[in-house]
């Protein structure tokens, strides 16, 4: 509804991703905000709608050789390698740091087996201090081929129904943009049992220094993250809006308000900031302070009004467009 006389000051800008509920409708990508605490003098963490924590595995990883990070012109190449302390550690040592966090807190499960994505879901789900889980599900299966979960329907689907037959919190599933059709995973994904959709993780790429004859990144290829994957990452959230119900949460290069309005236009009704935070630490707040005036200045009295208004979909139209 358009309300603009009498419109509120501050329209409603909470979202629900099943029965997790956030105050706000950004949350912090994982392994880009670690646990929040390097942010916490810059910002106030309880105007995020949560933190996405780093991806934790069944088994510590020490990850990739260095170098991990290389700036490309308009984006960030990581190839990181799911470098965590293993759950046992992780859950000795770390969960406890997010007790006290004023924002939603959601742990971030990767695995290598479909029996991994079970195990540690079961047991970082039965902390207290953890409100929901994300499936990292862009790992490969090493007890196949090595297909990666998010790229293959029956893992992707496998992967996820593992995780939700071990907790009834919140499950959110970060789907890969690295397919050819990411609405099929969408679909099998829902029917599978997840309350919402991550949409995107990052996109594979390559940077060679023509110097050495060599890959800059010590792991040969990487993910781009940033602005430079933003419109493959709409175009993604455009598409999955149009197969599933559950609700989405856009990602990939946002960093200002109105690049989080592109998403929730496209059928986002949350989005995700990971990069975004390197440049600027300040982002999600000016990202939530630009949706909050962008509703108020068209007399939207909540965020969920206009979720979708882009897309073919929420307009009733079955036509489905293709970039
Ligand atoms: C340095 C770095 C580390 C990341 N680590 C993880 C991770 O552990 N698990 C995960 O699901 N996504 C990970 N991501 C992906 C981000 O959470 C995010 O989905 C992606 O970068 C796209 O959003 P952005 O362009 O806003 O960064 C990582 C991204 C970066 C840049």
Redo the contacts with the bound molecule.
């Keep these: 509804m358009n309300r603009k006389n009498g419109a509120p000051k501050r329209p409603d800008l909470s979202v629900a991703l099943g029965a997790l509920r956030l105050g706000a409708p950004t949350l912090m ?4 905000y670690g646990s929040g605490e390097e942010y916490a003098p810059f910002v106030d963490l309880a105007t995020l709608g949560g933190i ?1 924590l ?2 934790v595995t069944r088994h510590p990883r020490l990850g990739n050789a260095a170098p991990r ?1 290389v700036p490309t012109p308009s984006g ?1 190449l ?1 190839a ?1 390698g ?1 470098q965590n302390p293993g759950i046992d550690a992780y859950l000795e040592n770390e969960v406890k740091k997010f007790a006290d966090r004023p924002c939603a807190v959601i742990g ?1 499960v ?1 695995g290598f087996a479909v029996d991994d994505y079970a195990y540690v879901t079961e047991r970082l789900a039965a902390r207290d201090e953890i409100d929901a889980i ?1 499936l ?1 599900i ?1 790992c490969p299966n090493v007890g196949t081929e090595g297909e990666t979960f998010a790229c293959d329907p029956s893992l992707a689907e496998a992967a996820t129904r593992a995780a939700r037959g071990v907790t009834a919190k919140p499950l959110i599933v ?1 789907l890969s943009p690295n397919v050819t059709d990411i609405a099929a995973i969408a679909r099998v994904v829902e029917a599978a049992g997840a309350d919402a959709l ?1 949409v ?3 996109v594979r790429g390559i940077s060679i220094d023509v110097e050495r004859w060599k890959p800059r990144l010590g792991n040969g290829s990487g ?1 781009l ?2 602005p430079a ?1 933003r419109p493959i ?1 709409v175009l993604a959230v455009w598409e999955v809006a149009q197969a599933v119900r559950i609700p989405i949460v856009g ?4 960093e200002t308000a109105r690049d989080a309005l592109e998403f929730i236009l496209a059928g986002a009704s949350a989005v ?5 935070n390197f440049t600027d630490p300040r982002a999600p707040l000016n990202i939530v302070a630009g949706i909050r005036a962008y509703l108020v200045a068209r007399g939207h009295a909540s965020l969920r009004e206009i979720v979708g208004k882009a897309n073919p979909r929420f307009l009733g139209v079955a036509a489905r467009v293709r970039a």
């Design positions: 990508g994982s392994g880009c996405v780093k991806s990070l960030l990581n990181i799911l971030s990767a994300e990292n862009s970060k991550a995107v993780n990052t993910g993250s940033g994957i990452a990602q990939g290069g946002i995700g900031i990971g990069t975004g």
